[in-house]
């Protein structure tokens, strides 16, 4: 997931998460990067996990302040999945895109396997959520968060953005792994 911020004090968030898995990876923030810049350290990182083996199963760029992310990564050929905080919610208990994502991240966290970060936990812990007159769920906006003191939640969005749509293993799709898949399905024999 990445969380992708312009200038100011709002950071540019990517984080990894391998399954349950979202601490052995840790979080890259960086603060006053441009559109290159952004696309440029993407790149550096899925480069890393196939340095060790890995492959990107899924790519999710938060499109709503720079969208030059998503066109420039497209490009280069990554493939990355643009999401809209803004947009409508797919799921109709919410009214945006982002609250969506949140709530399927709640979800996950009883299964999820987080960092001691303390950055962290004050973002997943911070932002309060209201009902529409129409009963949807509507998180707060990040700039309500910091009206009443708090601080953008670059990394938590960045986290939240892995769960934006369920992927496929890479497990899968590795034609070394399906020679040693085990089925009891014979094609070739008869049918009595």
């Not at 950071?11 to 890259?28: C, E, H, K, M, Q």
């Not at 990182?45 to 999710?60: E, T, V």
Request: hydrophobic share 40%; proline share 4%.
């Amino acid at each position: 997931g990445v969380d992708v911020a312009r200038f100011g004090d709002n950071f540019t968030v990517i984080y990894p998460r391998l399954g349950w898995d979202a601490r052995s990876f840790p979080y890259r923030a960086f603060l006053g990067l441009d559109t290159n810049q952004v696309v440029e350290k993407v790149i550096e990182c899925i480069q890393d996990f196939h340095k060790i083996g890995k492959k990107c199963s899924g790519l999710f760029i938060d499109v709503g302040y720079n969208p030059g992310v998503v066109d420039n990564l497209n490009r280069l050929g990554y493939s990355p999945i643009p999401i809209d905080f803004g947009a409508r919610a797919a799921n109709q208990r919410y009214r945006f895109r982002g609250g969506e994502i949140w709530g399927k991240m709640r979800d996950g966290l009883a299964f999820l396997c987080l960092p001691n970060d303390d950055t962290l936990s004050s973002q997943l812990t911070q932002r309060e959520y209201d009902f529409t007159d129409l009963g949807k769920i509507q998180l707060e906006s990040k700039k309500q968060i910091k009206r009443r003191g708090g601080k953008s939640p670059d990394i938590a969005d960045a986290l939240a953005l892995t769960f934006a749509s369920d992927v496929a293993d890479s497990m899968a799709f590795d034609s070394a792994a399906a020679r040693y898949a085990v089925s009891d399905y014979d094609p070739y024999k008869e049918i009595a």
